[in-house]
């Protein structure tokens, strides 16, 4: 509502300085420049850290032969359960199966089911495999790091 000049001595200062820059032209889009220069670093940076951590994650992964071995059975393993279902027959696996692995947890034992793909590859190769914590330390941040989001954030980054 359009203040009257008799109500702009009743207006606080605060006020009276809210009322003036509404009349200076494009506050809006400068506002809203101000603060998108104040976030736009802090999230920059966090786009990056996420995307450096998934680096950091697959190049663990391409580096450990075994762990490749782990999802090799992982995958036949899923293919042999699911079957004929439209989830058998899978040419590959993503990389929250290892966090999904840890979660579920077997009939026997009420072990990780991670833990029997592991004993089940390790009597299959006759050597140990991996060491679980270390795969799960190396994977956990990969794992909860949607890359679609990512792809999403860098895609609205590109376009402002």
């Given amino acids: 509502r359009c203040v009257q000049e ?18 200076v032209p494009g506050y809006e889009q400068r506002i809203k420049a101000l603060q998108f220069h104040h976030t736009c670093q802090d999230s920059f940076a966090q786009l990056e850290n996420r995307i450096d951590t998934l ?49 579920f947890k077997g009939n026997e034992n009420k072990k990780p089911i991670l833990m029997h793909v592991l004993e089940y590859c390790e ?8 060491n679980i914590h270390e795969v799960y330390n190396n994977l956990e941040l990969a ?15 590109t376009h402002l």
Avoid: C, M
């Avoid at 008799?6 to 820059?21: A, R």
């Fill in 55 to 103: 680096r950091e994650s697959f190049e663990w992964l391409k580096s450990h032969q075994n762990i490749r071995t782990v999802l090799k059975y992982a995958l036949a393993i899923g293919n042999y359960l699911n079957g004929t279902t439209n989830r058998g027959g899978a040419k590959g696996v993503n990389i929250d199966v290892i966090e999904k692995l840890q979660d």
């Fill in 6 to 23: 008799t109500d702009q001595q009743e207006l606080s200062n605060s006020d009276k300085f809210v009322g003036e820059i509404g009349k």
């Fill in 123 to 130: 009597e299959k190769e006759d050597k140990q495999i991996v």
């Fill in 143 to 157: 794992a909860k790091t949607p890359i679609s989001q990512l792809h999403t954030d860098s895609v609205s980054y």
